[in-house]
């Protein structure tokens, strides 16, 4: 069976001056797969989201989301595609219900329509009785589950996650990898992860991407990646963080 | 662009900074009213009588500033404060992505902004003006004809596009600087350059250009006063106090200094004491009146192509 490809890359590549951010990256994605995107920092996993959603030219390369071109039609990208940044920040003076409320218009809902689909967001993230206070008082995890439930209320096709469980609590980590994992099997929404949380990346994602300074060193399910190159010493299935660590320590 | 427009107006209206204006155009207006009027009444007791006398409302100054000074001097600071922190603070709180990452075009963000800005600048303005319109019939008992609102409407139409400029500036400076604090100095800096400076650097140039030697010679006190207006020209601030001086005064035929008419241009001014009509007082300021607009699109144009090519990296 093959899936159908949501994203696709083909030598994308990304120089600043003479530093090269991103270099002949070459990736896909499939529709409903969970994809985790690692790298240390520095890698060049922001500079690839951003030429996803058109917020960057690239260099040189291809790039096709959903079929269309970023750099070209970015305003039908960021239809279907919602993105979640890493430093995402929400209006201080706001509460967390008029933050969702904005951005439902910037989508062209009508409020009637937005207003339901917030009180369902809000409901699925555990945000429901916080959603009245100002979002300058809300803590770090619960800024993250405002950004969950605005990425909810656009009910994306494709969402780009950049370390969705930072901050939060135990608790609140398997709620939000449940939801993913919902989402991405039921309504059939493609994840790109980024995280340096490796156990979470295990935990849901399909397939894993490897970056090195530009470079995809890696690509595959995690029994992939596990088999190839030098076999576990005892046997015994490699753990992704097992795996990360062999393409860094050669290096 | 709609939405981004509504929740801009819905901040600038919610924001303390806007009430503190606001309340300070209130006290302006009623603090130039009541020494104008004052004036103004001493001066019809004493039998003066001038058909632009509602007029004299804006342009007198009384123990104070005239409001068309006032307007000239700490408009700026209006158009400044609505747009100092336009973009770098939305850049600053990690909004900008949140803004960036929806569907829609990042020119909406900087147009939405501007006007939000700008329809601010006019309800004040126009406020403003009514306010002492007001007070001012109340207090004066005068009635402004046609021909007064008129020229009143041409006044605010001016003086939102010399606010505009200032916005844009400030809009401008936002974008460049990504500290909110030296955006504001900034603007600032310019301000004080333009409304203080430039009116001393203009007669230092023209000393040092086109030195007067002769006390009787007509040639070079001529040329001195050319070469000065001309530098002095090249802030708005001195712009919009020579339009708006046209506007709001019938009996201005020119823009040009007394020092640079002729003899024979005097004595016709003087056979023919007679106001401009409203179509005529615009033709003199068309040429102030675009240059204005023409500085405010300059600006608007720089922070809109700046802010299309800026990469937003906080993502």
């Known amino acids: 069976m093959q899936a159908e490809t949501v994203i696709e890359t083909e030598g994308l590549t990304k120089r600043y001056g003479s530093k090269t951010a991103v270099d002949g990256l070459s990736l896909r994605v499939s529709r409903g797969e969970i994809f985790g995107f690692l790298g240390p920092n520095g890698a060049g996993k922001t500079t690839t989201i951003l030429m996803l959603l058109g917020l960057t030219e690239p260099t040189a390369g291809r790039i096709d989301v959903l079929g269309f071109n970023p750099t070209r039609q970015p305003l039908q990208v960021k239809r ?58 809300y803590s770090r ?24 469980t930072l901050g939060l609590d135990p608790q609140g980590i398997v709620a939000i990898l449940d939801l993913i994992r919902s989402l991405s099997a039921e309504e059939k929404v493609s994840v790109l992860l980024c995280s340096h949380q490796l156990q979470h990346v295990q935990a849901i994602c399909d397939r894993v991407g490897i970056m090195n300074q530009g470079r995809l060193v890696a690509q595959g399910t995690l029994q992939e990646l596990a088999g190839s190159g030098v076999e576990a010493a ?8 097992e795996i990360y660590l062999r393409y860094f320590q050669e290096a | 662009m709609r939405s981004i427009l509504r929740k801009e107006l819905a901040d600038h209206f919610n924001s303390t900074r806007f009430l503190i204006l606001y309340c300070l155009v209130v006290c302006v207006s009623l603090l130039i009213t009541n020494t104008v009027s004052l004036n103004i009444r001493s ?17 007198t100054s009384g123990h104070f500033f005239s409001l068309a000074q006032f307007v000239a001097f700490f408009g700026p600071l209006i158009g400044l404060i609505m747009g100092f922190d336009a973009i770098n603070r939305e850049k600053n709180e990690g909004t900008m992505s949140l803004l960036l990452s929806q569907p829609v075009h990042r020119d909406a963000i900087i147009n939405g902004k501007f006007l939000a800005g700008l329809i601010v600048i006019a309800v004040m303005m126009t406020s403003l003006v009514l306010l002492i319109s007001g007070f001012g019939m109340l207090v004066v008992g005068v009635i402004p004809t046609p021909d007064q609102v008129a020229r009143l409407l041409l006044y605010v139409v001016l003086s939102i596009l010399y606010l505009g400029f200032w916005l844009g500036l400030a809009i401008l400076f936002s974008i460049l600087l990504r500290s909110i604090g030296t955006s504001a100095l900034a603007g600032i800096a310019f301000w004080i350059v333009v409304s203080f400076f430039v009116s001393f650097g203009s007669t230092l140039v023209a000393n040092a ?41 019938p009996y201005k035929k020119t823009t040009k200094s007394f020092l640079m008419m002729g003899p024979l ?12 009509d409203v179509p005529q007082s615009l033709l003199v300021v068309a040429p102030y ?6 500085l405010t699109s300059l600006c608007f144009a720089a922070s809109y192509w700046i802010f299309m090519r800026q990469e937003i990296r906080s993502i």
């Open chain 1, 80 to 137: 279907l595609v919602a993105c979640l940044p890493e430093n995402v920040g929400y209006y201080r003076d706001l509460t967390g219900r008029q933050n969702l409320r904005y951005v439902a218009r910037l989508n062209g809902l009508d409020d009637r329509e937005g207003d339901s689909r917030i009180e369902e967001a809000l409901r699925r993230v555990g945000l429901v009785e916080a959603a009245d206070k100002r979002a300058g008082t």
């Open chain 1, 141 to 164: 995890g619960m800024r993250q589950r405002l950004g969950l439930a605005e990425l909810l209320i656009r009910r994306p096709r494709m969402m780009i996650l950049d370390e969705p």
């Open chain 1, 234 to 241: 005892d046997g015994k299935r490699m753990g992704l963080e």
């Open chain 2, 43 to 59: 001066a019809m007791a004493s039998g003066a009588k001038d058909p632009h006398l509602f007029l004299l409302l804006f342009t």
């Open chain 2, 209 to 249: 250009v086109a030195p007067v030697e002769h006390r009787g010679d007509v040639e070079q006190i001529q040329r001195h006063a050319r070469i000065a207006a001309a530098v002095s020209r090249t802030s708005p601030v001195h712009l919009y106090t020579e339009a708006s001086d046209v506007i709001m005064d």
């Open chain 2, 265 to 276: 241009e005097k004595i016709s001014l003087a056979r023919f004491d007679s106001p401009l």
């Open chain 2, 289 to 294: 009146l675009v240059t204005i607009l023409a």
